[in-house]
Nanobody, 124 residues
Framework: QVQLVESGGGLVQAGGSLRLSCAAS????????MGWFRQAPGKEREFVAG????????YYVDSVKGRFTISRDNAKNTVYLQMNSLQPEDTAVYYC?????????????????WGQGTQVTVSS
C-alpha cells in the first residue's frame, strides 16, 4: 500500500501560480503511475494530469495543457503539479492518486490510492 499526502494549495489571484506536492510513503513509489485529479463544487471529480513511472510520459486534460506541468522525483517519493496562469474555473479540491497498473492513466478507476486533497481557490 501507499499513503499520499498533498500540500501546497491555497488562495491565489487569477493569473497566479501554485505548486502542489504529493508525498508518498513506502519504498515502491517508482512502481506507481501517479495522477492529479480535481473536484469543483457541485461537479464530479475529473482527471487533471498523469505521469508514468519514470516520468518520461505525461498526460493532461485539454483545459490545463500549456498551463499545468506534472513531474515526479522518485528519490523523494514525491509528485508535483506546477499550475500557472490559474483561472477561477481551476478552483477545486485537488487530489493526488497512485495506480499500480497504470493501463489507462487518465481513468479514475485505475487509481487505487488517494490522498485527502488540498483546496485551490482562484479569485477573479
Amino acid at each position: 500500500q501507499v499513503q499520499l499526502v498533498e500540500s501546497g494549495g491555497g488562495l491565489v489571484q487569477a493569473g497566479g501560480s501554485l505548486r502542489l506536492s504529493c508525498a508518498a510513503s513506502g519504498r515502491t513509489f517508482s512502481t506507481y503511475i501517479m495522477g492529479w485529479f480535481r473536484q469543483a463544487p457541485g461537479k464530479e471529480r475529473e482527471f487533471v494530469a498523469g505521469i508514468s513511472r519514470g516520468g518520461s510520459n505525461t498526460y493532461y486534460v485539454d483545459s490545463v495543457k500549456g498551463r499545468f506541468t506534472i513531474s515526479r522525483d522518485n528519490a523523494k517519493n514525491t509528485v508535483y503539479l506546477q499550475m500557472n496562469s490559474l483561472q477561477p474555473e481551476d478552483t477545486a479540491v485537488y487530489y493526488c492518486a497512485a495506480s499500480p497498473r497504470g493501463l489507462s492513466p487518465t481513468a479514475q478507476y485505475e487509481y487505487n490510492y488517494w490522498g485527502q486533497g488540498t483546496q485551490v481557490t482562484v479569485s477573479s
